[in-house]
């Protein structure tokens, strides 16, 4: 007897409403959150605690948003607080500024948001308190020094029913949600991904000084928990402030390695130490090798990032599979798809747009003086000296992405922050998925010290 | 005791009449291929093909020089055409002394745009081309194999 159905009503149609259902379910928490602040479109009044270096990169990315208004500043240091102030005053907006985030948050009820840009080891209470104040929060990567120091974040925003974005602002950037959605998942151009690799390797930096008779009294460092001025300016330097490069610089990458991947490693085993710099306490160069159990099968995924050069190419992300690769990074100049000689040619991707032949850097055709005209593509004839021994396989092809971001880096994930404080669209990097992050991130610490391989447990990564 | 200056001119010798053949097919095919290339595009070739990569040369060189668009763009649009014919008359040795003189021109005239545009590479190797027909101007007596030759051989 055949099964009655609804008259229209297919069973195409009923799994096709089952699946937006569900994804509105999924999305509920961080949807249904978000009060309908600033009337679901008009002024969102925001605050930002920390006017440090990276709290000015945020407000400068900030700049270029409609419909914000910072009405207040927070730091401990007069000489950043006052920056702060004078920045967001050049561009229209009148904060008060504030020492004490306490003080602040108790009066200035009517903000909406709080951006959390202190170190990290200040993350989870001024995080916490913002969200039980009843305010959203945005908060600097990495989410924070400890792992129960996140999960208590979580944990807040889950209670106080207010958002938390951690700002991995990859997750943002079009090309990387590009690369994620359409290269990775739609096209699978990569064939079956089976390695990662990552790096980070940037020369030598001075330690960060002061102005003479700027320096915060010994009373007012320890009153916030810094022990003297050089730590209180290089704290990202030190054990009880922070994470280390592996969390200052690897975080933004390593959470790149959990995107793209769709998975949480099983182990990571490292290597590293304080070799360079006798000042600091935290490695100078650590190097990890991860796990990652996809569906697919393994991916083992290195990390290294490396503070004494700027040799080895930089800064990117690096996905490899059987019939192609995929190097991403914030610089679009390292940018590039790769394919295997022995995959199907991308010839069907090439005609829908998806990808686009190179128009310069590596693979794009000889540059043409104006009043030459391109050399005709002679097949064959291609560089046949690069192979040097019968061992290599042949040449990849190099291809771009037709996808560029023409705004400050962390733009985008700003704008998605005030766009689901407006309901009008979830976080790209809601505190639950940066926890896994952060875990993933500060294990590398305890692999190092511990000097052997460390297994994660899947409740490691939920709190 | 014969006379040195009465006596008759020396029979051609095989070395010099092979040395200028060469030349002389190197040169055709050379100056041929090159006016055949000014009509391609992305693998194709056409009429259309050689007014736009023309149009294009014509404005590159005015574009990066003092030279007037409307002198670039006559030399451009026949350059093509000339390079066909003074190639295909060297093939085939059609009044190899004009023809080369007249290619040599050519080239003097190419290499006069490329230096206006300071595109030293490019004069270097036109500097060679018009080194080769020099040489074979002074070779041309020996022209053999030819369809057309001169009076003066």
Redesign the interface.
């Known amino acids: 007897m055949p099964t009655p159905t609804l008259p229209g009503f297919t069973r195409r149609d009923f799994l096709a409403t089952g699946a937006k259902l569900g994804a509105a379910l999924f999305a509920a928490p961080y949807l249904a959150r978000s009060a309908p602040a600033g009337g679901g479109g008009g002024s969102l009044n925001l605050a930002l605690i920390g006017c440090g270096e990276q709290g000015r990169v945020l407000l400068n990315a900030a700049f270029k948003i409609p419909d914000i208004r910072f009405r207040a500043v927070c730091d401990i240091w007069p000489y950043n607080r006052r920056y702060g102030e004078r920045l967001l005053k050049k561009f229209g907006h009148d904060p008060v500024p504030f020492e004490d985030y306490r003080e602040m948050l108790a009066a200035t009820p009517d903000l909406d948001a709080v951006i959390v840009a202190t170190p990290d080891f200040m993350h989870a209470e001024h995080t916490n308190a913002a969200l039980k104040a009843g305010k959203h929060v945005y908060c600097e990567k990495l989410m924070s020094n400890t792992a129960e120091g996140a999960r208590s974040m979580v944990r807040t925003a889950r209670e106080a029913g207010r958002l938390l974005q951690i700002g991995h602002q990859r997750r943002s950037n079009p090309r990387y949600i590009y690369a994620h959605d359409r290269i990775l998942r739609e096209a699978r151009l990569l064939g079956r991904v089976t390695n990662g690799a990552a790096q980070w390797n940037r020369a030598v930096t001075e330690d960060l000084g002061y102005p003479s008779g700027q320096g915060l009294s010994e009373a007012v460092l320890h009153k916030y928990g810094f022990a003297n001025m050089h730590e209180f300016r290089n704290w990202r330097w030190f054990k009880r402030y922070s994470g280390g490069v592996i969390s200052d610089l690897g975080a933004h990458q390593i959470d790149v390695f959990n995107w793209m991947l769709g998975a949480n490693p099983v182990s990571v085993i490292a290597g590293g130490g304080r070799d360079y710099y006798p000042n600091h306490e935290w490695y100078d160069n650590v190097i990890a090798i991860y796990e990652f159990p996809t569906p697919a099968g393994t991916v083992r995924s290195t990390y290294q990032v490396l503070t004494t050069t700027s040799a080895g190419g930089g800064y990117f992300e690096y996905f490899m599979g059987d019939e192609g690769s995929l190097k991403m990074s914030e610089n679009p100049k390292y940018t590039k798809l790769y394919r295997e000689a022995r995959a199907p040619e991308w010839d069907e991707w090439l005609a829908k747009g998806l990808i686009v032949r190179p128009g310069s850097g590596e693979g794009a055709p000889l540059p043409v003086r104006p009043w030459e005209k391109p050399r005709p593509r002679v097949p064959g004839l291609s560089s046949p000296s690069s192979v040097v021994d019968v061992r290599e396989t042949a040449e990849l092809s190099a291809w771009d992405m037709p996808v560029t971001l023409d705004k400050p880096i962390h733009q985008p994930h700003l704008e998605n922050f005030f766009d689901a404080i407006r309901g009008k669209t979830a976080l790209h990097c809601p505190g639950e998925v940066a926890l896994a992050t952060a875990v993933t991130v500060l294990k590398v610490n305890e692999a190092v010290a511990a000097r052997k391989m460390l297994a994660f447990a899947p409740e490691d990564f939920t709190a | 005791m014969s006379d040195p200056t009465s006596s008759p001119p020396a029979a051609p010798r095989f070395e010099y009449t092979a040395a200028f053949l060469i030349l002389r097919l190197f040169l055709g095919l050379r100056t041929l291929l090159e006016g055949l290339e000014k009509f391609?595009?992305?693998?194709r070739y056409s009429f259309a093909n050689y007014y736009e990569?023309m149009k294009?040369?014509?404005?590159?060189?005015t574009?990066?020089s003092f030279l007037p668009l409307w002198a670039t763009r006559l030399f451009a649009e026949s350059l093509g055409y000339l390079l066909l014919l003074l190639g295909a008359a060297l093939l085939l040795g059609v009044k190899s002394r004009a023809t080369l003189f007249l290619t040599g021109l050519l080239y003097v005239a190419l290499s006069f745009?490329l230096m206006a545009?300071q595109?030293n590479e490019g004069v270097a190797w036109l500097g060679v081309h018009v080194i080769m027909i020099a040489g074979a101007l002074l070779l041309v007596r020996h022209d053999r194999f030819a369809l057309c030759r001169d009076r003066r051989g």
Do not use: H, T
């Not at chain 2, 391609?40 to 693998?43: A, V």
């Not at chain 2, 294009?56 to 060189?61: D, E, F, Y």
């Open positions: 391609e595009s992305n693998g990569n294009r040369m014509a404005q590159g060189i574009g990066a745009g545009v595109e």
